[in-house]
């Protein structure tokens, strides 16, 4: 199950794998983000460094919404990994965390 890491993320990258939640769905679900200051005024808000159960590391972050994030409402977050497989298989473990919003 996907959890917080304090692993590095440096080198992570994003691969095409998104999930549709709240802040605050991930939030409960994995914990206060390691980085979040939801002010608008940078390229994210809200960012989680995570691994999989396997240990794989990946990040969960949103991407220039330029605007500070209602925490009630949906939006897209990147899955930034080393590899394409490992955020395939973070989505995977997000989503059983918690019922996303089916876009």
């Known amino acids: 199950m996907a959890k917080l890491s304090n692993k590095s993320a440096a080198g992570t990258s994003f691969h095409g794998h998104t999930?549709?939640?709240t802040p605050n769905q991930l939030i409960e679900a994995l914990g206060e983000p390691?980085?979040?200051?939801?002010?608008g005024q940078d390229k994210c808000n809200f960012d989680?460094?995570?691994e999989t159960n396997d240990g794989a590391v990946f990040t969960i972050y949103d991407w220039k919404e330029y605007k500070p994030l209602n925490m009630d409402s949906y939006y897209e977050f990147h899955i930034g990994a080393f590899h394409g497989f490992v955020a395939v298989r973070a989505l995977s473990e997000i989503r059983s965390k918690f019922i996303v919003k089916k876009v």
Request: contains cysteine.
């Open 34 to 39: 390691q980085f979040g200051w939801n002010d």
């Open 48 to 50: 989680w460094i995570c």
């Open 19 to 21: 999930v549709t939640a």
